[in-house]
């Protein structure tokens, strides 16, 4: 068994030893859709994570990032919306793998999010937001990383 | 080991949320270049009167100690919020603070 596997069956074991305790609303999304996870390219996860399904392009989520990022360690990133949002995925392609968060915004939860994110390079960095009624809105920025975080 | 920040401020109905974590969120390349273990949270949900106001799945990405902002409605002065996270190596950890 190859190590890749090996650490996917452990997290898989993990998650299926603290699902009982965990709380209802709470969905493990390395249980769920392990593949993700483990994509290298925005595209395959993005394909991994949400199906298929066409992506729309809207102006009703705001994704705020700086243009250019002096420290790649630690770039501040805040996505805000007024759409009854379910799921908000955030992927980059500056790094080993791209999937980097998964949100789930809980019902009539306010879509306000600040957090940090690390990137080796410059790169696009794409959210993709699924709405409850299923339509899957997508945004993407290029992020000018001068010096590169994630130990590079 | 690890410690959590937690802010909780109520404005009208409104409570907004600033939570800090300790985690040197390594992944394994990372990791293998700082000769360190793999640790990252994976998980982190909060709680507000037992329901789920927050949630988010992470992976080794996010900067090291990651900060999240957040809203949620409903929240009163005097309340708990509740944090709980979970690492890949299935540690978890949990913290609470009133809200102010």
């Given at each position: 068994m190859d190590r890749r596997k090996f650490l996917g069956v452990g997290l898989a074991a993990f998650a299926a030893l603290v699902a009982p305790v965990a709380?209802?609303?709470?969905?493990d999304f390395r249980a769920t859709k392990p593949k993700a996870w483990e994509a290298e390219k925005s595209a395959e996860a993005i394909k991994e994570m949400f199906g298929t399904a066409g992506l729309k392009k809207t102006d009703k989520i705001k994704f705020t990032a700086p243009k250019l990022a002096e420290n790649g360690g630690s770039i501040p990133i805040n996505i805000k919306s007024d759409l009854d949002l379910e799921l908000i995925a955030v992927f980059q392609?500056?790094?080993?793998?791209?999937?980097?968060a998964v949100f789930t915004v809980p019902k009539n939860g306010i879509v306000n999010y600040d957090f940090r994110i690390k990137m080796r390079q410059t790169a696009f960095v794409t959210v993709v937001a699924k709405a409850r009624d299923g339509v899957l809105y997508s945004m993407a920025q290029e992020i000018d990383v001068s010096i590169g975080g994630c130990g590079g | 080991m690890a410690k959590m920040k937690i802010k909780a401020k109520a404005k009208g109905d409104i409570v907004k949320v600033k939570a800090m974590f300790t985690s040197l969120m390594a992944d394994t390349e990372e990791a293998e270049k700082k000769k360190i273990k793999v640790e990252y949270i994976t998980q982190i949900v909060a709680k507000h009167n037992g329901n789920v106001v927050f949630e988010v799945s992470t992976s080794g990405?996010?900067?090291?100690?990651p900060l999240f902002k957040f809203q949620f409605k409903g929240g009163k002065k005097g309340e708990k919020i509740e944090f709980t996270t979970t690492d890949n190596n299935g540690k978890i950890e949990t913290g609470k603070k009133k809200i102010k």
């Open positions: 709380e209802l609303n709470a969905i392609d500056a790094n080993p793998r791209s999937l980097t | 990405f996010m900067a090291e100690n």
